[in-house]
C-alpha cells in the first residue's frame, strides 16, 4: 500500500544551519504530498503541499519539490530558527476503497530542535 | 476561537471502561476523521466520515466506534479500554474532495491504566 518514509530523528541543528529533512513514498499514481507541523502541545498544521510532478510548495522559509523521478519531497530551510523546532510529518493521501482519496498517510515523523 | 476544538483535553482511565472523545468544529466542513500519534509511530487513521450518513473505517478501527452526531460533531468511543490504546488522539477537517488539506484539533491525551 501507500507509504511516506521520512527521516527519524531527532535532528538538532544550531540557528541559521541549513535544514533538510528527507521523505520519500510509495504510491499508485502521483498523488499530492504534504508536509505538516506539530509545535509543542498542538496539533498538527499545513506547512507545504505540491500537487503534481515538479511542483514546489514553499511557505514561512521552507520549501519541498515533488521529485517523481526519486519518488522524494525533502524538506528544506536554508537558515533555520529556534522558532522552527517542532516535529515535521512527510504525507499523502490515504486511498480508500473506492478509489479515492481521503485521510493521510504519515511518516513517523522528525522531531527538529535548533539550539541558540 | 479554535476551528477545532476537542474534549477532554486529558483523560486518566482504567481497563475496561468506556470511553468517549469528542470533536467540533465550526469550519463548515463536510469531512471529519479521527486519528491516533504513538511516540516514534507517526500519525494513523482511525475513522472517517464524509458527511453524516457516512462513517468509513481507517488503518485501526479495531477497538473504536464513532458517532457523527451532526456535521459538526463527531465522537470517537472506546467501548472497553485497555493499555495500548493510551496514546495521542486527533481530530481533523477537511472541505472534501480534491482538498486534501486538513485542520487538526489540538489533542487528546488518554491514559489507560
Known amino acids: 500500500g501507500d507509504s511516506v518514509t521520512q527521516m527519524e530523528g531527532p535532528v538538532t541543528l544550531s540557528e541559521e544551519a541549513f535544514l533538510t529533512i528527507n521523505c520519500t513514498y510509495t504510491a499508485t499514481g502521483y498523488p499530492s504530498l504534504f508536509w505538516y507541523v506539530q509545535y509543542p502541545g498542538e496539533g498538527l498544521q499545513l506547512l507545504l503541499k505540491?500537487?503534481?510532478?515538479?511542483d514546489k510548495g514553499s511557505n514561512k522559509g521552507f520549501e519541498a519539490t515533488y521529485r517523481k523521478e526519486t519518488t522524494s519531497f525533502h524538506l528544506e530551510k536554508g537558515s533555520v530558527q529556534v522558532s522552527d523546532s517542532a516535529v515535521y510529518f512527510c504525507a499523502l493521501p490515504w486511498p480508500n476503497s473506492g478509489g479515492g482519496a481521503d485521510g493521510l498517510t504519515f511518516g513517523k515523523g522528525t522531531h527538529l530542535i535548533i539550539q541558540p | 476561537d479554535a476551528d477545532v476544538t476537542q474534549t477532554p483535553r486529558n483523560r486518566i482511565t482504567k481497563t475496561g471502561k468506556r470511553i468517549m472523545l469528542e470533536c467540533s468544529q465550526t469550519k463548515g466542513h463536510d469531512r471529519m476523521y479521527w486519528y491516533r500519534q504513538d511516540p516514534g509511530l507517526g500519525l494513523q487513521l482511525i475513522y472517517y466520515s464524509f458527511d453524516v450518513k457516512d462513517i468509513n473505517k481507517g488503518e485501526i478501527s479495531d477497538g473504536y466506534s464513532v458517532s457523527r452526531q451532526a456535521q459538526a460533531k463527531f465522537s470517537l468511543s472506546l467501548e472497553s479500554a485497555i493499555p495500548n490504546q493510551t496514546a495521542l488522539y486527533f481530530c481533523?477537517?477537511?472541505?472534501?474532495?480534491?482538498?486534501?488539506?486538513?485542520?487538526f484539533g489540538p489533542g487528546t491525551r488518554l491514559t489507560v491504566l
Open positions: 481533523a477537517t477537511s472541505r472534501g474532495v480534491g482538498y486534501n488539506e486538513q485542520f
Open positions: 505540491a500537487t503534481k510532478a515538479d
